[in-house]
């Protein structure tokens, strides 16, 4: 499954063996309350990292949560929106109080955008995909760059979509968010290399779950 190899890259952070590879690390997950987000932080936790999650609904953020400490896992959450700097540096600051320094961050956090012909869409919620998707993304990778750059060491995996590489007919935002993505994706790996840091694109494949739910719709329509 796509999952198992988005897992899988995340894995390769770890030190160590066995069925918990990532144990003694920090993991922040953008938009771990529901979908793929709220799927690989539960796969994080259980290859032993400490799960920080940020997302905007705190109801499911805090079921998120719950679900990953029965599980024997270890995971701390808070609420912010990722288009909102202030808040979500505010939030990165109170989950590394908590948990620690962050060593893997996945900028999942996503909005598939207005779903039509381009000359049809509000700019307003168009520009909102961007900001979300693409954003979003840069201001966590700089918050979390603050703390991997220092320490030598980091992996940031960017959840991309094969949109960003290829025509996506009627989803013209969600598109073009990916590709700028992809391409700062491509761009970071390099300029991070020399510190340690190093820096994935990974497209889960378009699963029943969370945004592909949405695609899978718009296939269908």
Known sequence: METEATTATVASAGQGAGNRPLEGMVALVSGGSRGL??????????AGAAVAL???SPGELAAAVGEINRAGGVAAAVSADVTDRRATAAAVAELRERLGA???LVNNAGISGPIGPAWQARPAEWWQAIEVNFGGAFVLTQLALAQMIPAGRGRIINITSYAGVYRWPLMSAYAASKAALVKLTE???EET???GVSVFSV???????GLGEVALRSRAG
Not at 37 to 46: D, K, M, N, Q, T
Not at 203 to 209: E, K, N, S, V
């Open 187 to 189: 761009t970071l790996a």
């Open 37 to 46: 987000g709220r799927l690989l932080s539960a796969r994080l936790a259980g």
């Open 102 to 104: 962050v060593d893997i």
């Open 193 to 195: 290399r020399p510190h």
């Open 54 to 56: 940020i997302a905007r």
């Open 203 to 209: 497209d889960p494949g378009l699963l029943p779950i």
